[in-house]
T-cell receptor, first 114, second 115 residues
Framework: AQKITQTQPGMFVQEKEAVTLDCTYD???????LFWYKQPSSGEMIFLIY??????QNATEGRYSLNFQKARKSANLVISASQLGDSAMYFC???????????FGQGTTLQVKP | GAVVSQHPSRVICKSGTSVKIECRSL??????MFWYRQFPKQSLMLMAT?????????EQGVEKDKFLINHASLTLSTLTVTSAHPEDSSFYICSARAPGTTSQYFGPGTRLTVL
């Protein structure tokens, strides 16, 4: 069975500093994709970054990068130069095979301090 | 990017009534849509996969007779919460998958409160 785990319920980071949000996963399917979403208090799900299981390089999108360690089954999100607007809930998610279904981790609440 | 809308954004209803939530893909055709439920401070839980022109596939533990899903066209899926009760109060979010991609686009969500 597939599983996604986020072990940090809450994180604090100083503005302009970098922060790493942890995510580990488990699947026996060799083809899968890993996603990170941001959910502000409004509730909308904002796509941040995607990493495919066969991608050789770590994904990057602006201030977001995904530290993909396949052997360890981890897909940590790194946010550089944190901004006050980064304060939100962050979810790691995984899709596998052709179903397109996403399973989500428990989420991490990030608070950026001025 | 692709846009998915949901209507209504917020609904309050009395216990025992039925509530319909619409999910529309505005600028692309979505053969597959997904419905999620999120309780406060919790993660999103997949309820069902909605395929255009066929019956929805429900996740284990989700009552298909209570949560009716209709995917009548390539741009519209509806979720009807029948005989709603206070424990059905939650945030319901849909997503639509763009054909041929891994991308899933989320609607803004519907907050349901059952009194």
């Amino acid at each position: 069975a597939q599983k996604i785990t986020q072990t940090q319920p809450g994180m604090f980071v100083q503005e302009k500093e970098a922060v790493t949000l942890d995510c580990t996963y488990d699947t026996s399917d060799p083809s899968y994709g890993l996603f990170w979403y941001k959910q502000p208090s409004s509730g909308e799900m904002i796509f941040l970054i995607y990493q495919g299981s066969y991608d050789q390089q770590n994904a990057t999108e602006g201030r977001y990068s995904l530290n993909f360690q396949k052997a360890r089954k981890s897909a940590n999100l790194v946010i550089s130069a944190s901004q006050l607007g980064d304060s939100a809930m962050y979810f790691c998610a995984m899709a596998w095979g052709n179903t397109g279904k996403l399973i989500f981790g428990q989420g991490t609440t990030l608070q950026v301090k001025p | 990017g692709a846009v998915v809308s949901q209507h209504p954004s917020r609904v309050i209803c009395k216990s025992g009534t039925s509530v319909k939530i619409e999910c529309r893909s505005l600028d692309f055709q979505a053969t597959t849509m997904f419905w999620y439920r999120q309780f406060p401070k919790q993660s999103l839980m997949l309820m069902a996969t909605s395929n255009e022109g066929s019956k929805a596939t429900y996740e284990q533990g989700v009552e298909k007779d209570k949560f009716l899903i209709n995917h009548a066209s390539l741009t519209l899926s509806t979720l009807t919460v029948t005989s709603a009760h206070p424990e059905d109060s939650s945030f319901y979010i849909c997503s639509a998958r763009a054909p041929g991609t891994t991308s899933q686009y989320f609607g803004p969500g519907t907050r349901l409160t059952v009194l």
